[in-house]
């Protein structure tokens, strides 16, 4: 993947540590996972590849659609407030993102770039299900963890298992599906998807 | 084909279409079409196990397929108390109501997921390599949370919650350790992911352990070690109780196998003592972080949650000494383990409808108002506190002194004060819950206590056979090939 290619990744994931509504945020993941198929589509060159490529893309389209749908069904009667600023949140995730660049070694990706931008983005999605409240974010924080992964796979030196990669791609949607059931009925129990009502469980 | 390689298709094919079978039959059947399957998929399973067990020598290893002893033992695991989990879900479902679903499609649910997150379950100790491991590992997320918070109440959709978020998260961080592995092995395709080759990572030492770190951690996330375990205490809770049965008996040892295949596999790479030194500090801070909890008055299903953490703790310990002694202590651990806990679950749905109180306090005096219940929930814990003669005490001893056998005094020495700190706190609750003051108020008649009865007589046979063996075991050959791992 290119250098520019790979911070556009890293800018799009800092923005869902930060933008305030949902649908944004689903674009962005949405855009990423696009680019991540932009770029395996570009650099395809067995079926196997094409496959993959293509099973990226429904992923995020697929994901964009169901948590879209979920945005429309589960509207917050008010904002959800924020627990840490948007602010403190950038900073937290460059701060873990420089911290764990540190201290992973060489990958052996095909460039540092890539690593850095696969570290990035593990870190942002970390730093998204920690800090945001609203348990949709949280999911897009774990899809955010995702798409750093793909790029990972996308610049493994050597070919990796199509398989696997069909099989990454469907689990992932099978966790989406089971947090959007849940979402939906949280919102319902509780009348809003802010996770700072889930605290009863509590030892 | 192979024995081994049908029966592992068949293991993996009845449940899979039962679960289908399930979700589409008409309402009047699905109740008994689960019932019907659950014996048959249960001795595919204990069938297969003695295929493993048979042959210890030439186990069957394929890019995608592993039937060895310690995958086997874990399938018996999985496949007996899966079998009892299904066979004891009616009387859940009949004393207790509402659904994360609607009404009418209450059963149809339950029992379609409860066989996809068998089958699931089943096929993780037989996962050829670690990339099919994590995938398995990860539709058993999707899976029981869906059960988790199967009732729909505000706990349990809490507990879904937590469960899922943290371990989807930890297991990306997982999947990230394994494409940093899949990066230094020389091989592509799904070859570079078996764990024959992981041993062949050629990126470095510091990139094969930082790679074996994030493993671990991951896998950690799901297994419920300290300090990735918060989502355990409120999943096992808050689940169904056959579900929560499932959950602490086969899907953490399951996870915890493919952490000890992934050790043994990395060893060569990152080092044998290093590989092993993580495992051992994953079971000790499990033992630091469980043990205060032993100690206090709890729900019953929520004290069982915190014996999990510890057992887990202690099993971690075994495959990080790594000796005959303590691989001997891991396989009784491992299956009286399964057995104690998943009876303690199992009484907790008569627990329930005998005091309904018990789902948010600490059971007191239960075997005087119900002496067959207190029998239950005394053998139980009695097993888990790592009472004599019980199998567990058992375990442990073998654990502890393999830990002195692996020249690691100081966390052998320190395991045994935190095993001794549980075993008092348990030993107390024990007390307390079998024959301690009764608690005022009517006691209901409790249903499914006929089950937990039958159950009871049987796991107490099971445990003592268990106790018996274990001390003999250390010189076996199954411990030997245990300890060797694949070829």
Redesign the interface.
């Known amino acids: 993947m290119s250098g520019t290619a790979a911070w556009l990744l890293v800018a799009l994931g800092l923005l869902v540590v930060t933008v305030r509504r949902r649908s944004v945020a689903v674009g962005v993941v949405t855009t990423q996972a696009l680019i991540l198929f932009g770029s395996a589509l570009s650099h395809a060159t067995t079926g196997a590849d094409v496959v993959a490529a293509v099973a990226l893309a429904v992923r995020g389209v697929g994901l964009a659609v169901v948590v879209l749908w979920l945005v429309a069904r589960t509207r917050e009667s008010r904002a959800v407030r924020a627990s840490v600023a948007p602010l403190a949140r950038a900073g937290l995730a460059v701060a873990l993102a420089l911290l764990l660049t540190w201290?992973?070694?060489?990958?052996?990706?095909d460039s540092r770039t890539d690593e850095r931008a696969?570290i990035a983005l593990?870190a942002f999605?970390?730093v998204a299900?920690a800090t945001r409240r609203p348990?949709l974010f949280?999911i897009l924080?774990?899809v955010l963890?995702?798409n750093?992964?793909a790029l990972?796979?996308l610049s493994?030196?050597?070919?990796?298992?199509l398989?696997?990669e069909l099989?990454?791609v469907f689990?992932?949607g099978?966790?989406v599906?089971?947090?959007a059931?849940?979402h939906d009925?949280?919102f319902a129990?509780?009348g809003s998807g802010d996770?700072a009502s889930?605290?009863?469980?509590r030892? | 084909m192979t024995n081994a390689q049908a029966l592992s298709a068949a293991l993996i094919a009845v449940p899979a279409l039962t679960a289908c079978v399930v979700a589409l039959a008409p309402g009047r059947v699905v109740r008994r079409a689960a019932l019907a399957v659950a014996v048959p998929t249960g001795a595919v399973a204990v069938a297969l196990a003695g295929v493993a067990l048979h042959d210890l020598d030439h186990p069957t290893v394929g890019t995608w397929l592993v039937v060895d002893p310690a995958g086997g033992l874990l399938v018996a695991v999985i496949g007996v108390v899966g079998l009892v989990s299904v066979l004891v879900s009616p009387a859940y479902l009949d004393s207790s109501q509402g659904a994360?679903v609607r009404e009418e499609r209450r059963e149809r649910t339950y029992f379609a997921v409860l066989y996809a997150f068998w089958t699931v379950l089943l096929a993780v100790p037989l996962a050829g390599n670690v990339?099919?491991a994590w995938?398995l590992i990860?539709?058993t997320?999707?899976a029981s949370?869906?059960l988790v918070?199967f009732s729909?109440k505000?706990?349990a959709?809490?507990?879904?919650?937590?469960y899922?978020?943290l371990t989807?998260?930890g297991l990306?961080?997982a999947?990230?350790g394994i494409?940093?592995l899949?990066?230094?092995v020389?091989?592509?395709?799904?070859g570079?992911?078996s764990w024959q080759a992981l041993a062949t990572v050629s990126?470095?030492r510091?990139?094969a352990l930082?790679a074996y770190l994030l493993l671990l951690v991951g896998l950690a996330a799901k297994i419920g070690w300290a300090p990735v375990h918060n989502w355990l205490?409120?999943a096992h809770?808050?689940a169904p109780a056959p579900v929560s049965a499932l959950l602490s008996a086969a899907l953490l040892p399951a996870v915890l196998l493919v952490a000890w295949r992934s050790q043994l596999a990395l060893a060569p790479a990152v080092g044998l003592r290093t590989t092993q030194t993580v495992l051992v500090g994953f079971g000790l801070a499990s033992l630091v972080v469980a043990v205060p909890?032993l100690w206090?008055p709890?729900a019953w299903k929520?004290l069982l949650a915190y014996s999990s953490l510890e057992h887990m703790g202690v099993l971690a310990l075994g495959i990080g000494f790594a000796t005959p002694l303590a691989i001997a202590g891991v396989v009784v651990h491992l299956g009286a383990h399964a057995v104690a806990k998943a009876l303690g679950f199992y009484a907790a749905t008569p627990l329930l409808a005998h005091d309904p109180r018990a789902a948010g306090h600490a059971v007191t005096g239960i075997g005087r108002t119900e002496p067959r219940l207190g029998a239950a929930v005394g053998l139980s814990l009695g097993t888990l506190a790592g009472l004599p003669p019980f199998p567990l005490f058992v375990s442990e001893v073998l654990v502890l002194a393999g830990g002195f056998q692996a020249d690691r005094p100081w966390a052998a020495a320190i395991a045994t004060v935190l095993l001794a700190l549980g075993f008092l706190g348990l030993a107390h609750t024990l007390i307390e819950t079998t024959v301690g003051k009764r608690r005022s108020g009517r006691a209901v008649a409790a249903a499914g206590l006929r089950g937990v009865t039958l159950l009871t007589a049987g796991s107490a046979v099971v445990l003592l056979a268990l106790a018996a063996v274990g001390p003999w075991l250390s010189r076996t050959d199954l411990v030997d090939a245990l300890i060797r791992g694949l070829p």
């Open positions: 201290l992973v070694p060489r990958i052996g990706l696969v593990v999605g970390l299900v348990t949280q924080g774990i963890v995702e750093g992964l990972a796979a493994l030196p050597r070919a990796s298992s398989a696997i099989g990454v689990d992932l099978l966790v599906l089971a947090a059931v849940f009925r949280i129990e509780f996770s889930l605290r009863s469980l030892d | 994360v990339g099919a995938l990860e539709a997320t999707a949370a869906l918070g729909g505000g706990r959709l809490e507990a879904a919650w937590k899922l978020v989807s998260l990306g961080v999947l990230l494409a940093l899949s990066a230094g020389p091989r592509s395709g799904v570079a992911l990126s470095g510091d990139t930082v205490p409120d809770c808050e909890f206090r709890m929520r």
